[in-house]
Structures are given as C-alpha cells and as structure tokens.
C-alpha cells in the first residue's frame, strides 16, 4: 500500500467515527502517520507514492480507530503545541489548549521586578511555567505544585527538555497545604484551575472526557478554587503581589465577584486567539499600618 492509499484510508476511519471535516481529518492522519514513522511534514508529501510497510500501515490504522472512537490526538501521537513550542502530553493530564496562552500574555504585561519569585496551581504538563521561563527572564524561580504525580513528572520532562529546570521546582501535592507551610513568599500566582461546572460536565464532547476530570471541574460551580486563591492568597503573596488566573467562558464577573474586597483590586482581563475573555488579574493590595 502506498503512504497516499494509506492516509486517506486512516482520514476516512477517523471522519466516520469523529464526523470531521475530511481535510481536518487528512491532517490528523498525517499527524499520526509522523509520529509513527519520524517523517516530517515536507518529506511525507515527497513521498506520497512511496510503499508503506503492512507493519506501518497496520499501526496507522490501530492509532486512526482510536482517534475515531474519540482518544485525542494529543494523547496518541505523545505531543502538543503551546505558544509555539512542542511539549510533551500523556494521558492522565491536562492537553494544552492555546486559549492558555492568554496567561502568558497577562504575565508578560505586568511590571515584574528582578528575581521575580512565581507559583503555579495545578502546572499540568508544565506549559505556563516552562514558557514563562522562557519568556519572561525576570521570574527568577517558580514553585509549581500540582495533586498528581503524572503532571510533575511531565513538568519536569517538559522542563528539562528547554533547559528550564533550575528555574522550576515541581513538587506533588496540595497547593494550599504546601505554600502555608512554606516560609516563602511569591511575587506572583498563576493557575489554570478547574473552572467548568458539574452541569456543563455533562455536556462535554466525549472526547474532553479521556482527560482528568480534577483538572477539568471543582464537581461544584467552577469558583470553588477562585475562592480559595482570593481567601489563602493574602497569605502567599508578598504586598502588592499579582494573581494570575484563566477564566472560563462568561466567567469574568463571577471572579470578579469572588475578589471584590479589601484585600484584592482588579487589573485586568485579557482575551484568548478566539477574541474571549480569558486571563483576570489581580493585584494584593498593600495595607498601610496605623
């Protein structure tokens, strides 16, 4: 069989399992076809009337049934992409979505001092903090604590892979707990919490349900972990500190809500690739003593 036979056999198993588009779905069976192979991109259209080895084609089509039945791509080929760069994904963690990288752009407009120390709430696969570090070479250090110890592992992989492990500590275990305990103070905050409701839970695509549900839904209404960062961050922070969050859909007044008060004052929000409300800041208010 041909490598062009091939994919276009691959592309129709996943458009009549999935319902894609056939040019989205050629595109995620040449996805899979790279990564089985280590072909890249140029070199697989140079080939197409190339012969593809039955052991090949028969792991092609394995991979294209598992994408038909609703396993995301980024759990199948191993990777995903984020603020430009290729990270490392499994499955047991949260995939990487580019409305993230509305954090990075909200941290990168904060005036940030010198040996910046940050903290990162559930860092997943490590992209903030990885990409922070790369971005942003006032953040001397970040602490990045995540429940489960498949995310740290992969923070650390994902760390290492860019040269940024010094910068960042990934540590297993509850964020609350651990920074309570802990005699230092942070110069910044950042979480993608779990935001969606358990009502909209229900409604997911089927293929959002291969990922952790910990990492998707607090089970209750999507503020539960909001509040507890406006309540233990007066604590975390140094005065005058940053509290960096992703938001989701029509969340905005809602966490606002959550931080009116004497401790917090409101920044500003910026809007993700899709023009939606997506990173708030928020800054520690410094109270002047008597």
Known sequence: MKIYEALNKAADYIS???????????????????FL???????????????????????????AHKRA?????????????????????????????????AVIEAVKSLPLKPKTQAA??????????????????????????DISKKAISLTNLNAKK??????????SGNFFTLTRKSPLKFDIIISNPPYITKTAMSKLQKE?????????????DG????KRLASAGVNILNPGGYMVLEIGDNME???????????????????????MKRAVIFQLITHKNN
């Not at 860019?162 to 540590?171: H, N, S």
């Not at 959002?208 to 607090?218: G, R, S, W």
């Open 16 to 34: 009549d399992g999935r319902g894609l588009d056939k040019q989205v779905s050629k595109f995620e069976a040449a996805e899979l076809l790279m």
């Open 37 to 63: 192979t280590g072909i890249d991109k140029p070199s697989l259209y140079a080939r197409f009337q190339d012969s593809l080895p039955g052991m090949s084609a028969k792991k092609l089509f394995k991979l």
């Open 69 to 101: 039945a609703g396993m995301p791509l980024q759990y199948l080929t191993g990777t995903a992409f984020f603020y430009g760069n290729e990270f490392a994904c499994r499955k047991g963690v949260l995939i990487p979505r580019q409305d993230t990288e």
């Open 120 to 145: 990162e709430l559930g860092p997943g696969s490590g992209i903030i903090s990885v990409t922070l570090c790369l971005e942003c070479p006032k953040i001397a250090h970040i602490t990045a604590i």
């Open 162 to 171: 860019y040269g940024v492990k010094g910068r960042i500590t990934a540590k």
């Open 208 to 220: 959002v349900l291969h990922e952790p549900a910990a990492a998707l839904t607090d089970k209750k």
């Open 223 to 226: 503020l539960s972990f909001y």
């Open 253 to 275: 007044e809602d966490i606002k809500k959550v931080f009116h008060n004497k401790n917090w004052t409101y920044l500003s929000t910026f809007n993700d690739f899709k023009g």
